[in-house]
Nanobody
Framework: AQLQESGPGLVKPSQTLSLTCTVSGGSITTSRYYWSWIRQPPGKGAEWMGAIAYSGSTYYSPSLKSRTSISRDTAKNTFTLQLNSVTPEDTAVYYC?????????????????WGQGTQVTVSS
């Protein structure tokens, strides 16, 4: 499968960041596959944000759970990240990834598929 992130590259503080991952060459409803959002702020380590399962169940990082929502559109074969009340600390490269079985790892070799990443800057 191939993954591609899309969404605005600039978001104002206090607004909602919304990114979509389009999956081609595979279905997001394929049994036992989990689709994650991972981000990497400049100069910092990567952070797993959450995932949506083939079943539609969602899982979130405890530190981001209050601000994060992941949903999907099975007809379009996409899944979407929404992060509310953003601050400049949410500036990062955002990646979508997919793998067989659940994992909250950020390691490259722990996910079968990765998008190329998209830069999101939070600034007024």
């Amino acid at each position: 499968a191939q993954l591609q992130e899309s969404g605005p590259g600039l978001v104002k503080p206090s607004q909602t960041l919304s990114l979509t991952c389009t999956v081609s060459g595979g279905s997001i409803t394929t049994s036992r596959y989990y689709w994650s959002w991972i981000r990497q702020p400049p100069g910092k380590g990567a952070e797993w944000m959450g995932a949506i399962a083939y079943s539609g169940s969602t899982y979130y990082s405890p530190s981001l759970k209050s601000r994060t929502s992941i949903s999907r559109d099975t007809a379009k074969n996409t899944f979407t990240l929404q992060l509310n009340s953003v601050t400049p600390e949410d500036t990062a490269v955002y990646y979508c990834a997919g793998r067989l079985g659940y994992s909250d790892s950020v390691a490259r070799d722990e996910h079968d598929y990765w998008g190329q990443g998209t830069q999101v800057t939070v600034s007024s």
